[in-house]
């Protein structure tokens, strides 16, 4: 006698969401596959505190990413009298974004979790939004004030980051964010310089 599968059961269909509307936060980093095969990490921080130290990096790095995105899209598609010093203003800002990013991975893993590393991941992470390049790029004025706005967001993902970390004590991580957050406070300040 045969045993008969159950029938899948209909998934309700997601509700639309407005082209503004900004999904929930609902990751939270998870321990690393290897967890529990090795010793545990006992680097003088609780699992709590690191768990939570991870969360803050991750919307930190979410951020950080969306924003070298958009610092690399406005770079491609910069238009106007300002080219030029934007062009080369653009990709000495997300070359070194870029190279940022890695160090910030790299914390959230010596932590003992999982870096988020998907577009679907950041984008729930982050609180910037994306902005298209191929088929409607602003004028060179939004673009410098979206860079603007980008930057002082990443300031503010690094603040909440910093008192987290402190929260814990964990020095390496107020560091690197501390260094991130004058990195950033400096380019929203150059990109503003702009616009007076």
């Not at 070194?96 to 979790?113: F, H, K, M, S, T």
Request: charged letters at 25%; a negative charge.
């Amino acid at each position: 006698m045969s045993k008969s599968k159950p029938a899948k059961s209909a998934r309700p269909a997601k509700a639309a969401r407005s082209k503004d509307a900004k999904p929930a936060q609902t990751i939270t980093p998870t321990a690393s596959p290897a967890a529990g095969a090795g010793p545990a990490i006992d680097i003088g921080i609780s699992d709590k505190d690191r768990r939570q130290i991870a969360k803050e990096l991750s919307k930190f790095l979410a951020d950080a990413y969306t924003l070298y995105l958009k610092t690399h899209n406005f770079h491609w598609n910069v238009t106007g009298p300002m080219f030029n010093a934007l062009h080369n203003m653009f990709e000495a800002q997300y070359t070194e974004q870029w190279n940022a990013l890695d160090d910030v991975a790299e914390r959230i893993r010596a932590l003992g979790y999982n870096a988020p590393g998907s577009y679907a991941e950041f984008m729930q992470l982050t609180s910037i939004r994306e902005e298209p390049g191929a088929t409607e790029a602003p004028d060179w004025r939004e673009m410098v004030r979206q860079l603007v706005v980008g930057n002082e967001a990443v300031c503010r993902s690094a603040r909440k980051a910093i008192d987290v970390a402190d929260d814990g004590d964990d020095e390496p991580t107020e560091d690197l964010l501390i260094q991130r957050l004058q990195t950033h406070e400096k380019y929203a300040w150059m990109l503003r310089s702009l616009l007076q």
